[in-house]
Each structure stands twice: as structure tokens, then as C-alpha cells.
């Protein structure tokens, strides 16, 4: 006899939204921050001014896989500090917490990402999302295996995406010729005894992960994974344990947006992620993945734009998660 009334499938979205309302409202989101040409492309790196600075796109990822897009989402950029939340996952995932947490803390510091004052008050990076806790990552990976780190971590950021992901050469090339800062700081870990003495192997691999190539709805769909405690909500595969995902969160809401963490966690209230090619990941656990992608950058390396879409979104769907 057949069901007198037929199972409604429930909407994914926030507030039992349609995806046809939400893909209307990141169009308009897009359209509404078009012409906000605030920021500065970052000069540090050469390839990364040789973008177009107008760029602009926005992808969500429900938990159970559903994406829509928005804006440029064709166009593909470096993930550059995007990597670092699954780089320091995998690291716990190979060598578990308590070598990881030999070689980095967990606290926030106040300072820029690419800052060395805390490594030298304390000889310890303060966390993974920063670029001395990156390269120490980075390096206990090519210490505990040097011929087969890259392949293991670019497989990994594959599984994340669903799909092979390739380096940019031309970046990490641009990106290592003016590395005086990096190199610094991997000399300073190299100093206090953090890591070994194949600082090229180290910086190698970090420089790496830095220039794999990605399109916003990666972001959206590696961020949908850390929102299903480490299953890839397209393929269903489990990436990454659901103990280091619920790890790696933790981070990425005290640390993940540098020096304006705190801010961040005011305004937005999610896990986050900023990359200095102009790309933003956000969480929401247990229930999506968002990303925001626009080029132009504020003093703290986050995107302008993309900053201003993802507190749009947080705020019109309720996502903080201090709400009560
Ligand atoms: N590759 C960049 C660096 O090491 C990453 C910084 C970022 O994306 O915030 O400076």
C-alpha cells in the first residue's frame, strides 16, 4: 500500500532554505561585492600580484554533498595557508598528537602569520595555522618519510577535493625565490631543535602544499569534510578520523585567521581559514562547508571580499555557533 504521505526530502540549507533561494542569494552576494575594490594584492610573493584582482566567487557545500556556486568559481588559485588545517591533520594522522605536539602548541599568539617574535620567546611554534607551525609540520612529514611526503600529502588534498589537484611550478618557483622570511623562521625551528637539518626538504614541501591549485568549490568541499568530522560528503570516503577533524576545528576557530581570530569568532563565530592568494574555508560542524574567493587582501592577509560574503552569510543564516 503505498505511503499515504510521501516522505518531504528535508533542505540542507539553513532555515529549510530551497537551493534555489540560497543560489539566488550568493548571485546577489557576488553582485553586491563587485564593487568593492578595497585591499592590496600581497607583493611578497611575484606570482600572486599577477591576478585579477577582481575576481570574486563564493561556494557552499551542504553535509550530505549538495554545492552551488557563484561568481568566478571557474578561475583557480593557489591554496597557499588553506592547506595548513589538513597538513598539520595528516601529521596526526601519521605520527599522532603527542609527536606532533612536541614540535608545535595549540595557542593563538596575537601576532602576524608570518611572525617569528613567539618562536624566539619560546622556542616552540604556537600553533599549526601559522607559518612557523606550517613548516614544522611540514617537516616532521618529510623527516618521517622524505621520498614519499609530497605524493602522500598532494593524495590527500585529492581525496579532500575529489579530484586530482596539481602545483602551480610557476608559484612555488616565485614563492621560493623570495622565501628570505620562511627561510628565516625554518633557520630559527632548525636553531631550538624543532626540526632537523634538511631545511630545503622542509621548505620544499611547505612551499608546495602552498601552490597546489584549487577552484572555490574544493574549499567549500574540503571544508564540508572537516563539517562531517572527516568524510568527503561527494565521495563518502573518510579522509581524515573524526578525533582529528574535531582537532583540527579547534584550531582553525582560535588560530585559523591569524591575529584577527578573535574578531573573527566575534563577527562570524565559525571555523575559518585564510590563504594569502585570496581565499577563505569556513565550517560549520556538522552541517556545512562555505568559501569565499576574491584576491584583494586586508593588513592581516585575509581577503576583503571574502571576509564581507562569509559575515554576510553567518549572520542572515544564524550559523555562529555561539548563538544560543
Ligand atoms: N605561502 C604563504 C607564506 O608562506 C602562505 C601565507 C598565507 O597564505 O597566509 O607566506
Not at 552576494?29 to 585579477?52: C, F
Not at 631550538?192 to 574544493?218: H, K, N
Given at each position: 500500500?503505498?505511503?499515504?504521505?510521501?516522505?518531504?526530502?528535508?533542505?540542507?540549507?539553513?532555515?529549510?532554505?530551497?537551493?534555489?533561494?540560497?543560489?539566488?542569494?550568493?548571485?546577489?552576494?557576488?553582485?553586491?561585492?563587485?564593487?568593492?575594490?578595497?585591499?592590496?594584492?600581497?607583493?611578497?610573493?611575484?606570482?600572486?600580484?599577477?591576478?585579477?584582482?577582481?575576481?570574486?566567487?563564493?561556494?557552499?557545500?551542504?553535509?550530505?554533498?549538495?554545492?552551488?556556486?557563484?561568481?568566478?568559481?571557474a578561475q583557480a588559485f593557489s591554496l597557499q595557508s588553506m592547506s595548513k588545517p589538513f597538513v598539520y591533520a595528516q601529521a596526526l594522522e601519521l605520527?599522532?598528537?603527542?609527536?606532533?605536539?612536541?614540535?608545535?602548541?595549540?595557542?593563538?599568539?596575537?601576532?602576524?602569520?608570518?611572525?617569528?617574535?613567539?618562536?624566539?620567546?619560546?622556542?616552540?611554534?604556537?600553533?599549526?595555522?601559522?607559518?612557523?607551525g606550517a613548516i614544522a609540520m611540514s617537516a616532521l612529514l618529510h623527516h618521517a618519510d622524505p621520498d614519499g611526503a609530497w605524493a602522500r600529502l598532494r593524495g590527500m588534498f585529492s581525496?579532500?577535493?575529489?579530484?586530482?589537484?596539481?602545483?602551480?611550478?610557476?608559484?612555488?618557483?616565485?614563492?621560493?625565490?623570495?622565501?628570505?622570511?620562511?627561510?628565516?623562521?625554518?633557520?630559527?625551528?632548525?636553531?631550538?631543535?624543532?626540526?632537523?637539518?634538511?631545511?630545503?626538504?622542509?621548505?620544499?614541501?611547505?612551499?608546495?602544499?602552498?601552490?597546489?591549485?584549487?577552484?572555490?568549490?574544493?574549499?567549500?568541499?574540503?571544508?564540508?569534510t572537516l563539517a562531517r568530522g572527516g568524510v568527503q560528503p561527494r565521495t563518502g570516503e573518510r579522509v581524515l578520523s573524526a578525533a582529528h577533524a574535531r582537532d583540527v576545528l579547534a584550531l582553525m576557530t582560535t588560530c585559523g585567521m591569524y591575529d584577527s581570530s578573535g574578531r573573527w569568532a566575534y563577527e562570524v563565530g565559525i571555523p575559518a581559514k585564510s590563504g594569502v592568494s585570496g581565499g577563505i574555508l569556513a565550517v560549520v560542524p556538522g552541517r556545512l562547508g562555505l568559501a569565499a574567493w576574491s584576491p584583494r587582501l586586508d593588513a592581516h592577509g585575509h581577503s576583503l571580499r571574502g571576509q564581507a560574503a562569509l559575515r554576510a552569510l553567518a549572520q542572515d543564516w544564524g550559523l555562529s555557533l555561539f548563538t544560543v
Open positions: 500500500m503505498p505511503d499515504p504521505q510521501p516522505a518531504v526530502a528535508s533542505s540542507p540549507w539553513p532555515g529549510g532554505r530551497s537551493s534555489a533561494q540560497v543560489q539566488a542569494q550568493l548571485d546577489a552576494l557576488v553582485a553586491q561585492l563587485r564593487p568593492e575594490r578595497g585591499g592590496e594584492l600581497p607583493g611578497y610573493i611575484p606570482e600572486l600580484a599577477n591576478v585579477d584582482g577582481d575576481a570574486c566567487a563564493l561556494a557552499v557545500c551542504s553535509a550530505d554533498g549538495e554545492l552551488l556556486l557563484a561568481g568566478d568559481h605520527l599522532g598528537r603527542e609527536a606532533v605536539h612536541r614540535k608545535v602548541d595549540v595557542e593563538p599568539t596575537g601576532e602576524a602569520f608570518n611572525s617569528i617574535v613567539e618562536l624566539e620567546e619560546d622556542h616552540l611554534p604556537y600553533n599549526p595555522m601559522i607559518n612557523s581525496q579532500l577535493a575529489g579530484r586530482a589537484l596539481h602545483i602551480r611550478g610557476g608559484i612555488a618557483r616565485s614563492e621560493l625565490s623570495a622565501s628570505h622570511r620562511n627561510r628565516a623562521i625554518a633557520w630559527l625551528l632548525r636553531h631550538f631543535e624543532v626540526i632537523g637539518d634538511d631545511i630545503d626538504g622542509a621548505l620544499l614541501l611547505y612551499t608546495g602544499q602552498c601552490a597546489l591549485m584549487v577552484e572555490v568549490a574544493d574549499l567549500a568541499v574540503m571544508a564540508a
